[in-house]
């Protein structure tokens, strides 16, 4: 039998089976509209090479609660605040889950890990380890001193740059991975300039590539095998990378190779190895696997998702130089000019804080939502959702809706301040006209972190530097068009001369 042969015999037979499961399944109920769906494929062909993008232009046409037919499997999206409200308030429980995925197979170590673990004791177990030993108040305050360290290397860095420019998102990346790694780890993994820093951003901006992939496999099982769009096969590969990566560490560690062990500092990495022998209250022992599983996680939900927020703040900040002055005033006030910022500055700059929210709005580090799964059928809307359909929440339409937004597309970090048309709107999951870190029980374990180290960042950039672009490129004319994947990148890097501003005994920092 030839290959073609068996190609047309594949589909032939996927064809019947769609036919037939249609005919089976074809319920009586109503089901929110949506575009007609080709066969076998349904609307896949729908999605376009930017697919957040697509959504928000079918919500216009269909409304704010669509249903699509991703080949075999029933996909609904929400595309308003009060959509979003109803799956992941009202009926959050019955949305916790994740659908089968091929990243969650074949790179997240087949669903171990905490972000595609299933709904569950396991997955409790995991958060309550990351929420505890890592992102609680008490962890968050006792590591202060490392992220401000490592701003301040950052700061360092870009003064050593000279009249040379640099790009802002791979050093942005090389700061947000060793402040990580350091908690985690209790050592730094790469130094500015390192090639192998430069490897590992190339590393998770192709996960997120590749993660945000609408594989065929995941929607017509029957041709999965087949790897018609070669996703499968990268996954592969990407992974064998990320786990030998893992793997070093974690042998590191054990062996009492790693900084942290050596020093005697107590790091997470550290405790998640002590939890393989001590039995856990709900989810029992940890194995290697869900070690490197969690890890992978933070590498990389942990990084590039703020190193590339700040690097959207600095963009639109350099395209209005009026704001960029604004909040160099009010950190000039509240900071002075001998010193950088700390995180204890952070509270008391509300103009910087208008500015993260208004970043986070019109640039949501993952503007389409990781997938959850409905456990049983619903009603949601007037509309029934059947049981097993893939939920996604398309954040980016949202956040700018103009039905909410007043010029949405425009960057106005002055709607968040009093007198403003949202001076109480809260980023952390209880208003949905803006939810960067999502919402519910499926909320970014992170999100505390996350906004830390997005706001010190920044306050440090605005604060400590001039920024000019590239080659005298005129600010008006810089690309902020995105690229495609699970997080919003720029399609082009943002390539800057920084240029210190304040008095050079300042950006000194102490050996780490």
Known sequence: MTPLTLLIGTCVTGLFLYVLLNRCTRNPNRLPPGPTPWPVVGNLPHLGTIPHHSLAAMAKKYGPLMHLRLGFVDVVVAASASVAAQFLKTHDANFADRPPNSGAKHIAYNYQDLVFAPYGPRWRMLRKIC?????STKALDDFRHVRQEEVAILARALVGAGKSPVKL???????????????????????SGDAQADEFKDMVVEL????????????????????????????????A????????????????????VASGKVDLLSTLISLKDDADGEGGKLSDIEIKALLLNLFTAGTDTSSSTIEWAIAELIRNPQLLNQARKEMDTIVGQDRLVTESDLGQLTF???????????????????????????????????????????VWAISRDPKIWADPLEFQPTRFLPGGEKPNTDIKGNDFEVIPFGAGR??????????????????TLI??????????????????EEAYGLTLQRAAPLVVHPRPRLAPHVYETTKV
């Not at 499926?442 to 920044?458: A, E, K, P």
Request: aromatic residues 8%; hydrophobic residues 45%.
């Open 208 to 239: 997120m590539v590749l993660a945000g992939e609408f594989n065929i496999g995941d929607f017509i099982p029957v041709l999965d095998w087949l790897d018609l769009q070669g996703v499968t096969k990268k996954m592969k590969k990407l992974h």
């Open 169 to 191: 998102g791979q050093l942005l990346n090389v700061c947000t991975t060793n402040a990580l790694a350091r908690v985690m780890l209790g050592r730094r993994v790469f130094d």
């Open 131 to 135: 929420s505890v030993h890592l992102f």
């Open 463 to 480: 604060h400590a530097f001039d920024w000019e672009l590239a080659d005298g490129l005129n600010p008006k004319k810089l690309n902020m």
């Open 352 to 394: 910087l804080q208008a500015i993260i929210k208004e970043t986070f709005r019109l640039h949501p580090s993952t503007p389409l939502s990781l997938p959850r799964m409905a456990l049983e059928s619903c009603e949601v809307g007037g509309y029934y959702i059947p049981k097993g359909s893939t939920l996604l929440v398309n």
């Open 241 to 260: 990378k990320f786990d030998s990566f893992l793997n070093t560490i974690l042998e590191e560690h054990k062996t009492g190779a790693g900084d942290g």
């Open 442 to 459: 499926r909320i970014c374990v992170g999100m505390s972190l996350g906004l830390r180290m997005v706001q010190l960042l920044t306050a």
